[in-house]
């Protein structure tokens, strides 16, 4: 009988292919069958693991999502650990979510492709709030450890704020996917650092007392 790992992992490849899929072609091209030859599978082995296209699809956007997360946290634990400031940490985190590379960019295409049908598909649509609600979780908290070591005034409201950046990231992002060649020739990608730095920097206006004491 295969490992636990072994499901996992095949689990994980047909989410990777139908991603793959989604990125070279579009939604529309993921099919059971095109997923199994993408990941190098029998359509028997697929349905094994996933009933319907619905499931797979389901399976394969918490994959997305889930890798996207991963290199968020890993940003948070790496400002802390290194004693960054919080508003630098926050950029950081703020541009994995732009697709200023082919990685990102793939990434993207696939999300929104997702958020697409999670129109009319409940399932779907919940993965898209809560990743939505997660990354404003992130923005308020850290807003909020501003307010305490001194990055963010004290009265500021740090749902309103995280509200207001994650517009704006979300703004930028889509920007960057319709025209990464920019207008007249001149690439989007080379504002993206400087306003987001803008838009933090209405925000967390002061310096961390914690590293500077």
Same mark, same amino acid.
């Given at each position: 009988?295969?490992r636990?790992?072994?499901?996992?992992?095949?689990r994980r490849?047909?989410?990777?292919? =139908?991603?793959?899929?989604?990125?070279?072609?579009?939604?529309?091209a993921?099919?059971?069958?095109?997923?199994?030859? *993408?990941?190098?599978?029998?359509?028997?082995? /697929?349905?094994?693991?996933?009933?319907?296209?619905?499931?797979?699809?389901?399976? *394969?956007?918490?994959?997305?999502s889930?890798?996207?997360?991963?290199? /968020?946290?890993?940003?948070?634990?790496?400002?802390?650990?290194?004693?960054?400031? $919080?508003?630098?940490?926050? *950029?950081e =985190?703020?541009?994995?979510?732009?697709?200023?590379?082919?990685?990102?960019?793939?990434?993207?295409? /696939?999300?929104?492709?997702?958020?697409?049908?999670?129109?009319?598909?409940?399932?779907?649509?919940? =993965?898209?709030?809560e990743?939505?609600?997660?990354?404003?979780?992130? $923005?308020?908290?850290?807003v909020h450890?501003?307010?305490?070591?001194?990055?963010?005034?004290?009265?500021?409201?740090?749902r309103?704020?995280?509200?207001?950046?994650? *517009?704006?990231?979300?703004?930028?992002a889509l920007?960057?996917?319709?025209?990464?060649?920019?207008?007249?020739?001149?690439? =989007?990608?080379?504002?993206?650092a400087?306003?987001?730095?803008?838009?933090?920097?209405? /925000?967390?206006?002061?310096?961390?007392?914690?590293?500077?004491?």
């Amino acid at each position: 009988m295969p490992r636990t790992a072994d499901h996992e992992q095949r689990r994980r490849q047909i989410a990777d292919a =139908v991603s793959q899929l989604i990125s070279e072609q579009g939604l529309d091209a993921v099919t059971v069958a095109r997923t199994a030859a *993408a990941a190098g599978m029998s359509v028997g082995l /697929v349905q094994h693991y996933f009933r319907t296209k619905d499931e797979m699809l389901l399976h *394969a956007f918490r994959e997305v999502s889930a890798r996207i997360r991963a290199r /968020v946290e890993q940003r948070i634990s790496d400002g802390v650990e290194q004693k960054r400031p $919080i508003a630098r940490v926050m *950029a950081e =985190v703020m541009t994995e979510y732009i697709p200023l590379d082919e990685a990102r960019r793939a990434e993207y295409r /696939v999300t929104r492709a997702f958020a697409g049908r999670a129109l009319d598909a409940p399932a779907l649509a919940e =993965v898209d709030t809560e990743s939505a609600r997660r990354l404003r979780e992130d $923005i308020t908290r850290a807003v909020h450890n501003g307010k305490e070591c001194g990055e963010v005034d004290e009265h500021l409201d740090p749902r309103s704020a995280a509200v207001r950046l994650a *517009a704006v990231m979300e703004g930028l992002a889509l920007q960057v996917y319709r025209e990464p060649e920019g207008v007249a020739g001149e690439s =989007v990608t080379r504002f993206v650092a400087p306003l987001l730095d803008a838009e933090i920097g209405v /925000v967390f206006t002061g310096e961390c007392r914690q590293y500077t004491a």
